[in-house]
């Protein structure tokens, strides 16, 4: 019955996040507001599936906690940015200009704070909750797995599905994953998620609106090949293993 409780809880705020903006428009100020609420309706759900509250999601005020966030954020931005980097040094896309101000402001801050929480909601949902209710009950590999698999399921609201997509999200979500079972908390791994989607929003614009462009303005490039068709795999393994060999290293703050 406990599991049954879980997976229903599950359902619920999946399908708050991701099937709404689907039904229903949202303007930027009215999609803050239903986020926003979000954190109300996991809260309750959690306590209902016999969690604590959203706390039990890793939303924990740890000491450090805002550093992970920051660490994070420079581990995905600086990873996914040498990979534009090098699709654009081959020619992937180019560069014809940036937005002009004000408009390029307004773009920088709507994007760092829908990017922030989305990132955060999706990885409550996808690894927090997931995490709550199934760490201890299995082994942490399988742990690690059943979440990126998730992970990898639910990415195809935004995206559709695909093989490429599919097998980059589960190594994503392994990197994603790691950082929250070794620190118990939700920020390193959300500072990561929000650092590659805005990185991705400069380039190409925020997700679902890619028509108004990104900070940069692009144009697509002839090149094709194998390499840069793959670039976002690549760039998920090299994440993967940075993340791996160094979080010993860089002293994470995690929840005693």
């Known amino acids: 019955m406990g599991l049954l409780f879980a997976v229903m809880g599950f359902l619920i705020i999946d399908l708050y996040f991701n099937l709404i903006p689907h039904l229903i428009p949202f303007g930027t100020v009215s999609w803050l507001l239903y ?3 979000f954190f109300v309706l996991a809260h309750h759900v959690s306590k209902l599936t016999g969690l ?10 740890h000491y450090g906690w805002k550093r ?3 660490i994070g954020f420079f581990y995905g931005a600086g990873i996914w940015a040498m990979m534009y980097l090098l699709l654009w040094a081959f020619g992937d896309f180019q560069v014809i200009g ?3 101000a004000p408009e390029s402001l307004i773009f920088l801050v709507e994007a760092f704070a829908g990017m922030f929480l989305g990132s955060l909601i999706n990885d409550l949902i996808v690894r927090g909750y997931v995490f709550a209710h199934l760490k201890g009950k299995v082994v942490n590999s399988l742990l690690l797995l059943i979440s990126a698999f998730i992970y990898a399921l639910d990415d195809v609201w935004l995206v559709g599905f695909s093989i490429q997509n599919t097998i ?3 190594i994503l979500g392994f990197s994603l994953g790691y950082v929250l079972l070794k620190s118990g908390s939700i920020w390193m791994n959300t500072g990561i998620h929000t650092g590659l989607n805005v990185t991705y929003c400069i380039v190409y614009g925020i997700p679902g609106r890619e028509e108004a462009k990104g900070f940069l303005l692009i144009n697509p490039g002839a090149s094709e090949s194998l390499l840069l068709d793959h670039a976002h795999i690549l760039a998920a393994i090299v994440l993967f293993l940075v993340v791996f060999v160094t979080y010993s290293r ?3 703050n995690s929840v005693s």
Not at 55 to 60: A, S
Request: aromatic residues 4%.
């Open 168 to 170: 980059f999200s589960v």
């Open 68 to 70: 992970n966030i920051r």
């Open 250 to 252: 860089l002293r994470i």
């Open 98 to 100: 940036i937005k002009k």
């Open 52 to 61: 604590n509250g959203i706390g039990d999601l890793g939303v924990k005020a």
């Open 35 to 37: 986020a926003c609420l």
